[in-house]
């Protein structure tokens, strides 16, 4: 079956680094997504992985490894406003239908503290 | 551009009710898809459309029905309202299923089944 794993919280203070990792295990695999949702808000796309190595995108960055059937969402010089969840989600063929889907994982709530 | 719209943003039904929730895009996007989602988990699809007159079944698509007669407007409905259906519902698009494409997703109509 599919099922994604990642840490439910994370907390980190403004300035610092965060990482949050993902492992997936799914058939089909064609890449992997990350979006962020605040409280109460609808999710957001950040940033899409189909093939391994890092994407940069301000300062948020993902990568994925294929091999290992993981990826990791790498937050910079974090901000207050960086609190919020965060999804990943692997596009793949799902077992209910043939077409390509995206099955999100369960999140990780990401605490920026002062 | 309005984006994904989704009304309403609130609604509270009793068991047994039926209801449709409206979702539109003005993006001419082709794929257009429901999720819902529970306290502190990811979204599950329940439905999605690859086009106009195109329609498949989800995740968890039991107690749900849809149709796609414009490219703009994919409805939920639900047929006999349960409490396990209390739920916040996000309708998003994008501009096709393939590799990558960001879903774009509406505010959410927030659902509550006493």
């Known amino acids: 079956g599919q099922s994604l794993e990642q840490p439910s919280e994370v907390t980190a203070v403004e300035g610092a680094i965060v990482q949050i990792n993902c492992t997936y295990q799914?058939?089909?695999?064609?890449?992997l997504s990350w979006y962020q949702q605040h409280d109460g808000g609808a999710p957001t796309f950040l940033s899409y992985n189909a093939l391994d190595g890092l994407e940069e995108t301000g300062r948020f960055s993902s990568f994925l490894s294929r091999s290992d059937s993981y990826g990791y969402l790498l937050l910079q010089e974090l901000q207050m406003k960086d609190s919020a969840s965060y999804f990943c989600?692997?596009?793949?063929?799902?077992?209910?239908?043939?077409?390509?889907?995206?099955?999100f994982g369960s999140g990780t709530q990401l605490t920026v503290l002062p | 551009n309005a984006g994904v719209t989704q009304t309403p943003k609130f609604q509270v039904l009793k068991t047994g009710q039926s209801m449709t929730l409206q979702c539109a895009q003005d993006?001419?996007?082709?794929?257009m898809s429901w999720y819902r989602q529970d306290p502190g988990m990811g979204l599950r699809l329940i439905h999605y459309s690859v086009g106009a007159g195109i329609t498949d079944q989800g995740e968890v698509p039991n107690g749900y029905n849809v149709s796609r007669s414009t490219t703009e407007d994919f409805p939920l409905r639900l047929l006999s309202a349960a409490p396990s259906q209390t739920s916040v519902y996000f309708c998003?698009?994008?501009?096709?299923?393939?590799?990558?494409?960001?879903?774009?997703f509406g505010p959410g109509t927030r659902l509550t089944v006493t």
């Open positions: 993006m001419n996007h082709e794929y």
């Open positions: 998003a698009s994008s501009q096709a299923q393939g590799l990558g494409y960001e879903q774009y």
């Open positions: 989600a692997v596009r793949d063929r799902a077992p209910w239908g043939s077409a390509r889907q995206l099955t």
């Open positions: 799914t058939s089909g695999f064609y890449g």
